[in-house]
């Protein structure tokens, strides 16, 4: 069963926010199979960001990150492992996943690392310096006339 927001009101009166209400969709829908790896999320400081995943039982070479626009993609496919014996009982899953985050605008993975059963990727947001707030002076004339003069 799939819940669902009316975003009817919002979407009359905001433009280019269509990949929000996607998301916010998205993340309504519960599915038993994106409950693996589990993972955390934790801000490491203003602008940095990390998130660990426990892959206990994957090697580096059967993980794959990929950053999309907006998007952050960890996939993980075990290869078939010789057999020394019968398994009796098997809780390490090993199962292939695919982990799907969405990442605000301007935020890039930095690095990734792998070790004890965890990886790791690092994020940070980058505002372009277009976007940052910045001074304006204020002069002692007016703006805005045709020929630069004060309007009387």
């Known amino acids: 069963m799939r819940n669902t927001i009316d975003m009817t009101a919002l979407g009359r009166s905001t433009v280019g926010f269509e990949h929000l209400f996607d998301m916010i969709e998205d993340s309504?829908?519960?599915n038993p199979v994106d409950s693996f790896p589990p993972y955390d999320i934790?801000?490491?400081s203003e602008d940095r960001y990390?998130?660990?995943l426990a892959v206990a039982g994957f090697s580096q070479d059967e993980l794959e990150i990929t950053s999309e626009p907006n998007r952050l993609v960890v996939t993980g496919r075990k290869r078939p492992a010789a057999k020394n014996g019968d398994l009796?009982?098997?809780g390490i899953?090993?199962?292939?996943?695919?982990?799907h985050f969405n990442l605000a605008d301007h935020v890039f993975v930095r690095g990734a690392g792998l070790a004890h059963g965890l990886l790791t990727v690092d994020l940070e947001r980058e505002i372009p310096e277009s976007m940052k707030p910045r001074r304006i002076e204020i002069g002692s004339g007016a703006i805005g006339t045709a020929s630069g003069k004060r309007a009387a």
């Open 88 to 90: 009796l009982y098997q």
């Open 28 to 30: 309504l829908e519960t």
């Open 93 to 99: 899953a090993g199962r292939p996943f695919a982990r």
């Open 42 to 44: 934790e801000k490491v």
């Open 50 to 52: 990390r998130i660990t």
